[in-house]
């Protein structure tokens, strides 16, 4: 991270039609706002219920509740992906909730906590796992294995303290667990090396359907 890390760009969903997933709406459409937009936890999965005010979840299975409050993607990250696939990623492309600029995301801790602007602390919960709507929405043949092959998901945090974020917020990490799980290192260990699972056990930040299917998977032999 450097002295000038910040929220360059806060994005909220508007719903439109998933056919990839066979339900009637989706999120994912993030545009830019100007903010400053409320922040705040939105309780447990299952109500599509998220961090920021006037968003929402519409796969209440798979996505919402605490744990994925909000969805961060780094500014760098969208530009080495326009260099890559030869197209432009305007903030909100990827589905984030908030596009920064000057923070490693994919470095961050599990459980590593950010303080934006003057009084929002959000947690870094767990890596962002690729879905089949984001593949439809993105439009790249392979996505799903191209992106997951890349292991820079980006991260999912949970609101610690409530507060209001706009475009400009400075990012500052007030806290960082004693471990080195990063948020590329427990991305990689779930999707293309469970070699790397025994290493998520004891991280408490992850949520716990997480850690739980990590007991399952080392149970059975950490089969993919």
Same mark, same amino acid.
């Given at each position: 991270?450097?002295?000038?890390?910040?929220?360059?760009?806060?994005?909220?969903?508007?719903?439109?039609?998933?056919?990839?997933?066979? #339900?009637?709406? *989706? !999120? %994912? $459409?993030?545009?830019?706002?100007?903010?400053?937009? &409320?922040?705040?936890?939105? +309780?447990?999965?299952?109500?599509?219920?998220?961090?920021?005010?006037?968003?929402?979840?519409?796969?209440?299975?798979?996505?919402?509740?605490?744990?994925?409050?909000?969805?961060?993607?780094?500014?760098?990250?969208?530009?080495?992906?326009?260099?890559?696939?030869?197209?432009?990623f305007g903030a909100g492309s990827f589905g984030e909730n #908030?596009?920064? *600029? !000057? %923070? $490693?995301?994919?470095?961050?801790?599990?459980?590593? &906590?950010?303080?934006?602007? +003057?009084?929002?602390?959000?947690?870094?919960?767990?890596?962002?796992?690729?879905?089949?709507?984001?593949?439809?929405?993105?439009?790249?043949?392979?996505?799903?294995?191209?992106?997951?092959?890349?292991?820079?998901?980006?991260?999912?945090?949970?609101?610690?303290?409530?507060?209001?974020?706009?475009?400009?917020?400075?990012?500052?990490?007030?806290?960082?667990?004693?471990?080195?799980?990063?948020?590329?290192?427990?991305f990689r260990a779930l999707t293309t090396e469970p070699e790397l699972l025994p290493l998520?056990?004891?991280?408490?930040?992850?949520?716990?359907?997480?850690?739980?299917?990590?007991?399952?998977?080392?149970?059975?032999?950490?089969?993919?």
């Open positions: 991270m450097t002295a000038q890390a910040f929220v360059s760009s806060v994005n909220i969903g508007h719903p439109r039609p998933n056919p990839w997933k066979g #339900l009637a709406a *989706t !999120g %994912i $459409d993030k545009r830019p706002v100007a903010g400053p937009v &409320r922040v705040s936890a939105p +309780g447990p999965k299952g109500t599509g219920a998220v961090g920021l005010a006037g968003d929402r979840a519409y796969d209440v299975r798979n996505h919402g509740g605490a744990d994925q409050a909000v969805y961060a993607y780094a500014r760098e990250d969208l530009d080495i992906w326009e260099r890559e696939l030869g197209r432009e #908030l596009t920064t *600029t !000057g %923070i $490693d995301v994919n470095s961050a801790l599990i459980g590593e &906590r950010w303080r934006i602007g +003057g009084g929002l602390v959000l947690e870094v919960s767990c890596p962002r796992i690729p879905c089949v709507t984001f593949a439809g929405w993105l439009g790249e043949r392979g996505w799903l294995r191209t992106f997951t092959r890349a292991a820079r998901p980006g991260p999912y945090l949970r609101v610690i303290e409530p507060g209001e974020v706009a475009p400009g917020d400075r990012i500052e990490v007030v806290g960082r667990p004693d471990h080195e799980v990063t948020v590329a290192v427990s998520l056990v004891d991280v408490e930040a992850l949520p716990a359907e997480d850690r739980a299917a990590v007991r399952r998977r080392l149970e059975r032999g950490a089969r993919p």
